[in-house]
Protein backbone atom coordinates (compact mmCIF):
# COMPACT_ATOMS: atom_id res chain seq x y z
CA UNK A 1 0.00 0.00 0.00
CA UNK A 2 2.57 2.49 0.84
CA UNK A 3 4.58 1.60 -2.13
CA UNK A 4 1.87 2.13 -4.25
CA UNK A 5 1.13 5.43 -2.44
CA UNK A 6 4.58 6.44 -3.34
CA UNK A 7 4.67 5.29 -7.13
CA UNK A 8 1.76 8.04 -7.09
CA UNK A 9 3.40 11.00 -5.62
CA UNK A 10 6.51 10.23 -8.04
CA UNK A 11 4.42 10.15 -11.14
CA UNK A 12 2.78 13.57 -10.32
CA UNK A 13 6.40 15.29 -9.34
CA UNK A 14 7.32 13.68 -12.42
CA UNK A 15 4.26 14.63 -14.68
CA UNK A 16 4.36 18.47 -13.00
CA UNK A 17 7.80 19.50 -11.74
CA UNK A 18 9.74 17.13 -14.26
CA UNK A 19 10.63 14.53 -11.64
CA UNK A 20 12.42 16.87 -9.37
CA UNK A 21 10.36 16.63 -5.60
CA UNK A 22 13.32 19.02 -3.65
CA UNK A 23 11.34 22.12 -4.31
CA UNK A 24 8.30 20.59 -2.91
CA UNK A 25 9.98 19.18 -0.05
CA UNK A 26 11.48 22.00 0.87
CA UNK A 27 8.82 24.15 1.22
CA UNK A 28 6.91 21.99 3.46
CA UNK A 29 9.56 21.82 5.49
CA UNK A 30 10.17 25.40 5.64
CA UNK A 31 6.28 25.16 6.60
CA UNK A 32 4.91 25.34 9.80
CA UNK A 33 1.41 23.44 11.04
CA UNK A 34 -0.26 26.78 11.19
CA UNK A 35 1.24 27.37 7.86
CA UNK A 36 -0.74 24.50 6.26
CA UNK A 37 -3.89 25.48 7.84
CA UNK A 38 -4.02 29.19 6.93
CA UNK A 39 -6.07 29.95 4.09
CA UNK A 40 -4.77 30.96 0.83
CA UNK A 41 -6.21 32.24 -2.54
CA UNK A 42 -4.84 29.33 -4.70
CA UNK A 43 -7.63 27.32 -3.92
CA UNK A 44 -10.19 29.88 -4.50
CA UNK A 45 -12.04 28.87 -7.61
CA UNK A 46 -12.03 31.86 -10.61
CA UNK A 47 -13.57 32.30 -14.04
CA UNK A 48 -12.62 29.88 -17.03
CA UNK A 49 -9.10 29.53 -18.05
CA UNK A 50 -9.45 31.07 -21.68
CA UNK A 51 -8.23 30.87 -25.36
CA UNK A 52 -8.23 34.49 -26.07
CA UNK A 53 -6.43 34.17 -29.16
CA UNK A 54 -2.57 35.90 -29.64
CA UNK A 55 -3.78 38.75 -27.22
CA UNK A 56 -5.83 39.25 -24.13
CA UNK A 57 -8.90 41.53 -24.12
CA UNK A 58 -9.98 43.42 -21.24
CA UNK A 59 -13.89 43.85 -20.54
CA UNK A 60 -15.00 47.45 -20.02
CA UNK A 61 -16.65 47.72 -17.48
CA UNK A 62 -19.80 48.99 -18.34
CA UNK A 63 -20.16 46.00 -20.28
CA UNK A 64 -19.66 44.29 -17.41
CA UNK A 65 -22.62 46.25 -15.41
CA UNK A 66 -25.19 45.84 -18.27
CA UNK A 67 -24.17 41.90 -18.02
CA UNK A 68 -24.51 42.23 -14.03
CA UNK A 69 -28.21 44.58 -14.44
CA UNK A 70 -29.63 40.68 -15.02
CA UNK A 71 -28.14 37.77 -13.04
CA UNK A 72 -29.75 35.16 -12.65
CA UNK A 73 -29.24 32.96 -9.52
CA UNK A 74 -30.76 29.64 -10.43
CA UNK A 75 -34.24 29.63 -8.61
CA UNK A 76 -36.91 27.66 -9.85
CA UNK A 77 -39.10 30.36 -10.56
CA UNK A 78 -36.70 32.17 -12.21
CA UNK A 79 -36.54 31.60 -16.69
CA UNK A 80 -33.03 29.87 -17.57
CA UNK A 81 -34.39 30.92 -21.13
CA UNK A 82 -35.18 34.18 -21.08
CA UNK A 83 -31.42 34.97 -19.47
CA UNK A 84 -29.81 33.50 -21.53
CA UNK A 85 -31.91 35.82 -24.68
CA UNK A 86 -31.12 38.92 -22.82
CA UNK A 87 -27.76 37.65 -22.18
CA UNK A 88 -27.05 37.00 -25.96
CA UNK A 89 -28.79 40.27 -26.84
CA UNK A 90 -26.09 41.97 -24.91
CA UNK A 91 -23.56 40.04 -26.52
CA UNK A 92 -24.70 40.24 -29.95
CA UNK A 93 -23.99 44.47 -29.77
CA UNK A 94 -19.80 44.03 -29.73
CA UNK A 95 -17.32 42.31 -30.83
CA UNK A 96 -13.27 42.29 -29.72
CA UNK A 97 -11.12 41.85 -32.73
CA UNK A 98 -8.68 39.06 -32.54
CA UNK A 99 -10.20 37.27 -30.04
CA UNK A 100 -13.37 34.36 -30.43
CA UNK A 101 -16.37 34.75 -29.40
CA UNK A 102 -16.54 31.60 -27.49
CA UNK A 103 -14.03 33.26 -24.90
CA UNK A 104 -15.81 36.34 -24.65
CA UNK A 105 -19.52 34.41 -23.80
CA UNK A 106 -17.83 32.13 -21.26
CA UNK A 107 -16.02 35.23 -19.56
CA UNK A 108 -19.19 37.40 -19.54
CA UNK A 109 -21.76 34.55 -18.66
CA UNK A 110 -20.02 34.27 -14.89
CA UNK A 111 -20.93 37.97 -14.14
CA UNK A 112 -24.40 37.35 -15.26
CA UNK A 113 -24.70 34.54 -12.47
CA UNK A 114 -25.53 34.63 -8.71
CA UNK A 115 -25.85 32.07 -5.68
CA UNK A 116 -26.60 28.34 -6.52
CA UNK A 117 -25.99 29.29 -10.52
CA UNK A 118 -22.38 30.56 -10.10
CA UNK A 119 -21.74 27.80 -7.84
CA UNK A 120 -22.71 25.50 -10.46
CA UNK A 121 -20.40 27.25 -12.88
CA UNK A 122 -17.28 27.01 -10.89
CA UNK A 123 -18.33 23.13 -9.85
CA UNK A 124 -18.22 22.90 -14.19
CA UNK A 125 -16.19 25.13 -15.79
CA UNK A 126 -13.43 22.43 -17.21
CA UNK A 127 -16.09 20.45 -18.57
CA UNK A 128 -17.94 23.42 -20.43
CA UNK A 129 -14.75 25.12 -22.77
CA UNK A 130 -16.96 25.87 -24.98
CA UNK A 131 -20.07 28.35 -25.34
CA UNK A 132 -22.47 25.71 -27.00
CA UNK A 133 -21.51 23.02 -24.20
CA UNK A 134 -22.02 25.85 -21.30
CA UNK A 135 -25.21 26.95 -22.86
CA UNK A 136 -26.73 23.55 -23.35
CA UNK A 137 -25.70 22.20 -20.13
CA UNK A 138 -27.23 25.36 -18.50
CA UNK A 139 -30.75 25.25 -19.81
CA UNK A 140 -30.48 21.61 -18.58
CA UNK A 141 -29.75 21.99 -15.13
CA UNK A 142 -31.78 25.42 -14.72
CA UNK A 143 -34.66 24.26 -17.27
CA UNK A 144 -35.06 21.13 -16.94
CA UNK A 145 -36.83 18.65 -18.53
CA UNK A 146 -39.76 18.54 -15.79
CA UNK A 147 -40.21 22.39 -16.40
CA UNK A 148 -40.32 21.74 -20.92
CA UNK A 149 -43.28 18.65 -20.17
CA UNK A 150 -45.15 21.04 -17.54
CA UNK A 151 -45.17 24.02 -20.24
CA UNK A 152 -45.85 21.46 -22.84
CA UNK A 153 -49.19 20.57 -20.96
CA UNK A 154 -50.61 24.00 -20.44
CA UNK A 155 -50.56 24.22 -23.91
CA UNK A 156 -51.63 21.42 -25.22
CA UNK A 157 -54.65 21.61 -22.69
CA UNK A 158 -55.34 25.19 -23.39
CA UNK A 159 -59.02 25.91 -23.54
CA UNK A 160 -61.04 28.59 -24.63
CA UNK A 161 -64.00 29.34 -22.63
CA UNK A 162 -68.04 29.50 -23.93
CA UNK A 163 -68.01 33.66 -22.96
CA UNK A 164 -64.54 35.05 -23.86
CA UNK A 165 -63.44 35.69 -27.76
CA UNK A 166 -59.41 34.15 -28.79
CA UNK A 167 -58.10 36.79 -28.03
CA UNK A 168 -58.87 37.10 -24.49
CA UNK A 169 -58.19 33.60 -24.23
Known sequence: MEEEFEEQIEEQAEEQLGGNLAPVFEDMAEKTLRGF???TTANIQT???LN???NGFELKPALITMVQ???FCGKAHKD???HLQHFLEICNTFTIIGV???AILLCLFLFSLLGKAKQWFY???EKHNTWDLCSTAFLAK???TAKTNALRGKILSFQQQYDESFTEA
Open 37 to 39: SAR
Open 142 to 144: FFP
Open 52 to 54: TGE
Open 123 to 125: TNK
Open 80 to 82: ASA
Open 69 to 71: ANQ
Open 47 to 49: GPL
Open 100 to 102: PKD
